[in-house]
């Protein structure tokens, strides 16, 4: 349900859910599109739109939410699988969108957008009382970023599309309490899968996608007590499934109480709240 407030709907939420300071849903995750949705209550954001604008919108409203509530759209790098319903959702909705110079310049599919606004990996900035911080990560794009996105000290940090976890992207999401990692493959799945050789080179290299095993020794690292939700991505259709990378990056959880799923390509994850 959706109340009226200065213009704007809000999202009621049931009682049960009142008393949070994040709310996350991944829409889709994969080769074929990439967005996340979240929100303090108040302020509502997308970090990348990579589906098309109305499938976005179906996406948002069978979880209850309204994309007229959205405030903002952020963009990690210019790949058509995170940017495809940017443009589109902008121009929609009024909204501006985040993103850095790099990116924008390799972004010719946006089109016209009245509202950009710019970032530098490095720099901390905020959307309302969302704090972001953008920082740089490996994969083959002109400006790739992941993000942790900060609230009265709760902090949730997204990772995918990287080719190696460098000690920045360990540094940045050090204690959040949502993780988002990226699990884009199974190593033997993709050497003896049907992609071509050097695409296959291109996923395992230092600036393609993190691997199961890759992601598990990456948690290892980042495990602490506050830490709540991990959430699996982009994994590939191909040369993964939910299955193992539940099974090979579960192994990393030991017996830490932390709440393991998979984001898939074709529906939203669960809407959680921290």
Not at 234 to 259: F, I, M
């Amino acid at each position: 349900m959706y109340r009226m407030t200065s213009g704007k709907y809000t999202h009621e939420l049931s009682q049960q859910c009142l008393d949070f300071t994040l709310s996350v849903c991944m829409l889709a995750s994969g080769s074929k599109g990439n967005a996340t949705y979240v929100s303090d209550g108040s302020t509502s954001i997308l970090v990348d739109a990579g589906l098309s604008g109305i499938e976005i919108q179906r996406r948002l409203e069978t979880k209850g939410l309204c994309p007229e509530n959205l405030d903002a759209i952020i963009v990690s790098h210019e790949h058509s699988d995170h940017v495809q319903g940017v443009g589109v959702l902008s121009r929609r909705f009024n909204l501006p969108v985040y993103i850095s110079h790099k990116t924008k310049e390799a972004s010719q599919q946006l089109g016209s957008i009245s509202d950009l606004r710019y970032f530098e990996c490095g720099t901390t900035f905020n959307i309302n009382n969302l704090f972001l911080h953008p920082f740089s990560i490996s994969h083959d794009a002109a400006d790739p970023a992941g993000f942790t996105i900060e609230k009265n000290g709760t902090k949730i940090g997204i990772a995918t599309d990287l080719g190696i976890a460098t000690l920045m992207v360990k540094e940045h999401l050090k204690e959040c309490a949502l993780l988002i990692l990226e699990a884009n493959h199974d190593p033997d799945m993709l050497i003896n899968g049907p992609y071509p050789w050097p695409l296959k080179q291109r996923i395992k290299s230092r600036t393609g996608h993190l691997s199961n095993n890759n992601s598990a020794t990456l948690l290892k690292e980042l495990l602490h007590d506050r830490l709540c939700h991990v959430i699996l991505a982009h994994l590939s259709e191909t040369n993964n499934t939910p299955e193992k990378a539940l099974s090979t990056v579960g192994n990393a959880l030991n017996k830490c109480k932390v709440r393991l799923a998979v984001a898939t390509q074709d529906k939203c994850t669960n809407l959680l709240y921290l």
